[in-house]
């Protein structure tokens, strides 16, 4: 057994115990086991953690799939490694991660930790270890409410890196906010190259528009999406740092899939979606920093599976459901986009919650365009959630066809009239706890096999 304190043995035992039991008789609870374990030793993190190479993602959105694909793509690797797959991102939730695979006898070689962590979080964890590397995906406006606009997002995010000046950044390039940071790490960058659109102006409710020096308007060579791209002030001069990894040329982009170019490799990414792209080639950046090569990337990427309410595709009846999550205005657009593709008649589920870890103001949802969906080919229209009536006159100010609606809060009801659409293909769109609630009554009716 390693050498630790009885105070730290202690927390460890009643953190494990409490987290069996929020398994196997609550079937959730997966912060609880990490606030037990706090609650006696304060600095269990620093224990549990020891030895493990960590790398931190973190961004508005895209955190749990990115980790998710950098974690499958080590393991192909053969490489010894956790991660924190439910997408408890708090404080907590991560010590119990670490806790749930720390053990007093046996130790892993070599072992790596991906772990996902909220923006605000950074600053806890980084007071305890130092991790490899730290990632930032993107920041766009999320539960104002909670983290205000986006410059407050960056703030907190730095609280956090400045703990750890010799931790490797790898950033989103193509996010304006992350260029020439006043912190005194190494960092390299990641972008597009390549349009995903040729229009190079910004939708009016784009987030940083303006210069982060002198406040001039962006101008663009590429925009991706929101406001993501390569961007330059003409005023300042500030503009894009040079790319490390690029994609430099999109093949395929469907409802399913994508295939890109990214430097000199052709990457099938098995997920839809210009933000999955994202995702994959943060995923690539941060394994070639760790020496991974090319091919296990790739055979990796190819077969990343969609879980947890991330583009997760299950079977209700004869129906082919995916579940996609949405909470801000720019991951929703995204999610409009990969519907716009589809060639023939769907239907979809709008869900909208407002509980603490959706946001309680649901004011956002009118800086999504649901006016670029008002023309595609939806048979039926469902709408739920505790804020069903909010996003129905949404909806309906959009342009969509009322007499196509069908409101129900009800999980049981809102299902069997799934069943009964006309639409085989159905997409659900649901706010996290939205998402989270319904999942659990699909688990419990024996339409998803594995709940967390």
């Known amino acids: 057994m390693s050498t630790i304190n009885i105070k730290s043995i202690l927390s460890i035992l009643l953190s494990k115990i409490t987290a069996f039991a929020a398994k196997h008789i609550v079937k959730g609870g997966s912060n609880f086991p990490?606030?037990?374990?706090?609650?006696?030793?304060k600095s269990i993190l620093k224990t549990v953690s020891k030895g493990y190479k960590v790398i931190l993602v973190t961004g508005t959105n895209g955190k749990t799939t990115t980790t998710s694909m950098i974690y499958n793509i080590l393991k192909e690797n053969n490489f010894n490694v956790i991660t924190n797959n439910t997408g408890a991102n708090l404080y907590p939730g991560i010590v119990a991660c670490f806790v749930s695979n720390y053990s007093f006898f046996k130790k892993k070689s070599n072992p790596y930790a991906i772990i996902e962590v909220d923006e605000a979080n950074v600053k806890f964890i980084t007071k305890?270890?130092?991790?490899?590397?730290?990632?930032?995906?993107n920041l766009f406006r999320d539960q104002l409410d909670r983290y205000g606009e986006v410059y407050t997002t960056l703030v907190k995010i730095l609280e956090g890196i400045t703990n750890i000046p010799e931790t490797k950044l790898v950033l989103n390039g193509d996010e304006s906010l992350?260029?020439?940071l006043d912190v005194k790490n190494p960092s390299v960058y990641y972008g597009f190259n390549t349009p995903i659109k040729e229009d190079?102006?910004?939708?009016i409710n784009a987030d940083a528009k303006f210069c982060k020096f002198c406040k001039t308007p962006y101008s663009y060579n590429l925009v991706t999406y929101n406001h993501l791209g390569d961007f330059y002030c003409p005023e300042c001069g500030y503009k894009r740092p040079e790319l490390s990894y690029a994609v430099n040329k999109i093949f395929d982009l469907t409802t399913e899939n994508s295939s890109v170019l990214i430097n000199d490799t052709e990457i099938f990414i098995s997920q839809?979606?210009?933000y999955n792209i994202y995702n994959a080639l943060c995923a690539y950046s941060i394994s070639?920093?760790?020496?991974?090569?090319?091919s296990i990337i790739k055979n990796s990427l190819q077969k990343q599976s969609s879980s947890f309410g991330r583009q997760e595709q299950i079977k209700i009846d004869n129906k082919d459901i995916q579940i996609i999550l949405v909470k801000n205005p720019a991951g929703y657009n995204q999610a409009l986009d990969t519907l716009a593709l589809n060639q023939s008649e769907f239907s979809a589920v709008f869900m909208l919650n407002d509980n603490y870890a959706d946001g309680r103001d649901v004011s956002w949802i009118w800086d999504v365009d649901f006016e670029k969906i008002s023309t595609l080919k939806l048979e039926d229209i469902f709408v739920s959630g505790l804020r069903m009536y909010d996003m129905a006159v949404r909806l309906k100010v959009a342009g969509l066809n009322v007499d196509k609606f069908i409101l129900k809060e009800d999980y049981e009801e809102?299902?069997?009239?799934?069943k009964e659409s006309a639409s085989k293909k159905i997409y659900i769109l649901a706010t996290y706890t939205a998402m989270?609630?319904?999942r659990k009554y699909l688990h419990s009716k024996g339409y998803i096999n594995k709940l967390w």
Do not use: M, R
């Open 34 to 41: 990490g606030k037990i374990a706090l609650k006696i030793d």
């Open 128 to 137: 305890h270890l130092t991790p490899e590397i730290i990632t930032v995906t």
């Open 178 to 180: 992350l260029g020439k």
């Open 200 to 203: 190079t102006s910004l939708d």
């Open 272 to 274: 839809s979606g210009a």
């Open 288 to 294: 070639k920093e760790l020496g991974i090569d090319d």
């Open 414 to 418: 809102l299902t069997e009239k799934i």
């Open 436 to 438: 989270i609630n319904y």
